[in-house]
């Protein structure tokens, strides 16, 4: 039995039919959410249904995966544990769902649809790029949070308790109406939530800075609490973390560009070999196999 489904899962169309699946599933989850704000209680219904349906065909493909191929030689693929473990995350939100108290597990049911990066291949090299360059990723990682981490030292002893709701009137820019909002506002202006009390609120401020969401706000907004000579200081704080994050991050893609183009071309390259390697195996020349293309057949 196990050398019956060892060949099915190696069958060359197994794949095309599971590529197929998902792609309906990724249909079908869109026409979900336009039918939703329709028929509500309906369409939910259904979704929950078709949901489990599409669900028990994965479990199934990997059922038949792990034993045609052994669970050793299953897990060694790095797409395979890709889509265990997107298939797990699916299961478990799945089942989270039927109990109406946790919404947010709806948040794992689109991590299914994540299979359709491995129906195109430069998707899937650009995923394998990602596992081999995984080292260097946590290296840059910490190196943005050893910068985040400095400048928000500085700021928790400077910024401490600066801003508040109705603060900054005296603000450049007429910035304080973005501090008007109360606790209980629901308008958007309550940007004083943008601050140095503790050190997560310290990386959410400084992380707006990073991307530029209305970064002089909150720089003008500090600003104005201090006097003209220490608003000045304040302003080349948050000038001097914006240029070294800049030119911090423009160094770290430049390299995560190069080396994911590299990997890319050396993928490339071995995939050429592979498929030389394989024409000389069948006892096929690239010629041979260029003339039976062409339906000449063999040119012997």
Known sequence: AQKAIHSLVKWRWFNSVMSTVVLINFIFVVVIALLDDVHQSRVATVSMSVSFVFLAVYCVEIFLRIVGLGAVEYFRSFWNIFDFAIIAASFTGQFLELDPSLTYAALLRPFRLLRLLRLKRRYRNILNAVAVLRSQLVSIGFLLLVIYYFFAIIGMEAFYGKVYPQCCNKSLFFVGEYYSGSANSTTVHVFWLNNFNN???????????????????????????????????????????????????????????????????????????????QQQQDGLTEDEEQAIQNGKGSPL
Request: hydrophobic share 50%.
């Open 199 to 277: 050190i997560l609120r310290s990386y959410v401020t400084l992380f707006e800075v990073m991307v530029v969401n209305n970064w002089y706000v909150m720089m003008e907004g500090f600003a104005s609490e201090f006097s003209s000579r220490d608003g000045v200081l304040v302003r080349l704080f948050f000038m001097i973390f914006y240029i070294t994050t800049l030119l911090t991050t423009a160094v770290i893609v430049s390299y995560l560009v190069e080396a994911f183009t590299f990997h890319l071309a050396l993928s490339s390259q071995k995939s050429k070999k592979h498929q030389r390697h």
